[in-house]
C-alpha cells in the first residue's frame, strides 16, 4: 500500500521557521524524484520545490529561493522542506508528491496545513 504522509505543519508567526517531513512506504523511494506543492486560499497548487532521486539537483520556485530548503534520506524514504523566514502569504496546505517518470508513475500525500499568522 502506498503512502506518503507529510507532518509538521502548524502555527508559525511572520519570520519564523518550520520543518515538514514527508514519509514514504509502499513503493521503492530512491526511484522517485520528490517534491512540494501548496496551495493557498482560492488559489491554485503550486510547485514549492523538487529534488532529484539522488539528491544532487534541487529546483526551487521564486517565492521561496534563498528560505526553502528541501532534502531527502533515501535510507529513511523521508523527504523534508526546511522553511524559514516564513510570510503570510506562505500560508497554504503542503502537499509531497512522487514522480517516476520512467513508468509515469505519480503519488499525492494528503497535505499539511502551514498557517503565517500574528
Known amino acids: 500500500q502506498v503512502q506518503l504522509v507529510e507532518s509538521g505543519g502548524g502555527l508559525v508567526q511572520p519570520g519564523g521557521s518550520l520543518r515538514l517531513s514527508c514519509a514514504a512506504s509502499?513503493?521503492?523511494?530512491?526511484?522517485?524524484?520528490m517534491s512540494w506543492y501548496r496551495q493557498g486560499p482560492g488559489k491554485e497548487r503550486e510547485l514549492v520545490a523538487l529534488?532529484?532521486?539522488?539528491?544532487?539537483?534541487?529546483n526551487y520556485a521564486d517565492s521561496v529561493k534563498g528560505r526553502f530548503t528541501i532534502s531527502r534520506d533515501n535510507a529513511k524514504n523521508t523527504v523534508n522542506l526546511q522553511m524559514n523566514s516564513l510570510k503570510p502569504e506562505d500560508t497554504a496546505v503542503y502537499y509531497c508528491?512522487?514522480?517516476?517518470?520512467?513508468?509515469?508513475?505519480?503519488?499525492w500525500g494528503q497535505g499539511t496545513q502551514v498557517t503565517v499568522s500574528s
Open positions: 508528491k512522487a514522480v517516476y517518470r520512467r513508468v509515469g508513475r505519480e503519488y
Open positions: 529534488i532529484t532521486t539522488t539528491g544532487d539537483s534541487t
Open positions: 509502499g513503493f521503492t523511494f530512491s526511484n522517485y524524484i
